[in-house]
């Protein structure tokens, strides 16, 4: 299509605007309109960086569909800055209230769906485009509308990743490792992984630590962990030489600006986490861009049985590391009441410090997911005595309102390995142009 066959300003790209009035989109990027309301000027008349500003407002879904229209569009939407510019709009402007839900068994549901924590609608649904080992599934992470996912079963978690970024349709299957024999041998090795921005090479990276058990049966003994690292520009693991892994760490950690955090674990059966205490415990972080890893205490006043038998999360809220925990101490059975303390750290002049942020009250026992921005607090509940009948449930520790959404697991075959392990959900999921390619593969999508 030439770009004289293009339609006024006020066609399709406009739809972006929120705006009811014409005249008023127009004239608030400064074009002029004719008496009856129709726009002089076309898309060939406006500066491109007037263009790339109308674009950046559009759903990704429209993108795609206007990357299709001519040369010069499909040019600036597949522009390294301009996706650039979308993926950081979009991430400032996701929705506050929504919640990606990711199904543990994608055997049974092949879909992940997008609700609002207020009134569980469904806001949209995307097909899962991969299938895994056992038919389970989890999120690790998402980053600027990357999801990073494994397997829920424990012999396959962790070892079989799969970056997807399901509004554009594009995803990868990790298969390769620097360290596929040791991680074969899911007896003697235990891995972690995590992801994050480098912005330093802007770039998106996922690590992963591999420990290796010694002689005498210990995991972070006497054989260092060995580390690797793949990057989504090249496309490639690379070892890190000399890592200076600090601490053995849960599977399950968060990002936030920069940073992966994973909270530290002692060895079941060990004397070690015989003798642990909850307040006792480090978060170890990882730095994307520095490749170095850090380490803090948590709260001083985390639950005695924080890290043994009190499930936990890590989580970010407001720009800054949360912790939340359910407090086994302080539950009661008549009324049923079970707390899930929110700590969140806070850095002054260069000095990090643990405050409670609030503490929300269920009425069912469950594992802390995620946090949305607006706080409400979303929770896997137990509705039974069976560990594969579970809910979805949010509450709002500011309105104390509650919810039921569903969801969770609902039984079904022999899963006994994998049902302890919680559902997995995001909250600050951005419509971004991340790992799109362009191309006309993805306009089947788009129509």
Same mark, same amino acid.
């Given at each position: 299509m030439s770009i004289a066959a293009v339609a006024p300003v006020r066609a399709t790209p406009m739809q972006c605007y929120t705006c009811n009035s014409n005249r008023y989109i127009a004239s608030s990027i400064g074009l002029a309109l004719s008496n009856n309301g129709v726009s002089t000027t076309t898309f060939h008349d406006l500066p491109e960086e007037t263009t790339a500003e109308i674009f950046s407002r559009l759903s990704v879904k429209d993108l795609i569909k206007s990357s299709s229209v001519n040369k010069a569009w499909y040019s600036l939407i597949n522009n390294p800055s301009f996706i650039s510019s979308q993926i950081r709009k979009a991430v400032n402007f996701c929705d506050d209230n929504a919640v990606l839900i990711i199904p543990p068994f994608i055997s049974h549901q092949n879909y992940c769906s997008l609700i609002s924590a207020d009134t569980s609608r469904v806001i949209e649904k995307f097909d899962i485009?991969?299938?895994?080992?056992?038919?389970?599934?989890?999120?690790?992470? @998402?980053?600027? &509308?990357m999801l990073l996912l494994t397997d829920l079963h424990i012999d396959y978690a962790s070892r079989e990743l799969y970056l997807w970024n399901s509004f554009v349709r594009r995803h990868r299957v990790l298969v390769s490792s620097c360290f596929k024999r040791l991680l074969d041998d899911r007896d003697k090795s235990y891995y972690v992984v995590g992801m994050g921005y480098d912005k330093g090479t802007d770039d998106y990276k996922v690590i992963r630590i591999v420990y290796v058990q010694d002689g005498k049966g210990k995991q972070f003994g006497e054989v260092a962990p060995k580390v690797e690292v793949y990057s989504l520009r090249k496309n490639t693991w690379k070892k890190m030489g000399d890592s200076r892994v600090p601490r053995l760490v849960n599977e399950m950690g968060a990002y936030i600006d920069g940073r992966y955090y994973w909270v530290e674990m002692k060895q079941p059966g060990t004397e070690e986490f015989n003798k642990l205490k909850g307040n006792e415990l480090k978060i170890m972080s990882y730095d994307f861009e520095? @490749?170095?890893? &850090?380490?803090?205490?948590?709260?001083?006043?985390?639950?005695r049985l924080f890290g043994v038998i009190a499930p936990f999360k890590l989580m970010g809220f407001e720009g800054s590391l949360a912790l939340c925990s359910l407090d086994p101490d302080c539950y009661t059975l008549v009324p049923p009441k079970y707390p899930f303390p929110i700590w969140l750290r806070r850095q002054r002049k260069g000095v990090g410090s643990w405050v409670l942020l609030a503490t929300a009250?269920?009425?069912q026992y469950g594992h802390p997911l995620n946090i949305t921005k607006t706080g409400t607090l979303i929770?896997?509940?137990?509705?039974?005595?069976?560990?594969d009948e579970t809910h979805i449930v949010s509450i709002n520790f500011k309105s104390r309102i509650s919810k039921d959404h569903g969801y969770g697991k609902h039984g079904g075959p022999d899963v006994s390995r994998e049902v302890l392990a919680p559902s997995t959900v995001d909250t600050s999921f951005p419509q971004s142009l991340i790992m799109y390619e362009g191309g006309k593969s993805l306009l089947k999508y788009a129509k």
């Open positions: 485009p991969f299938v895994t080992k056992s038919g389970s599934l989890k999120l690790i992470a @998402q980053v600027d &509308g520095t @490749q170095l890893f &850090g380490e803090f205490n948590v709260p001083n006043r985390v639950p009250v269920l009425k929770v896997e509940s137990f509705q039974s005595q069976r560990p």
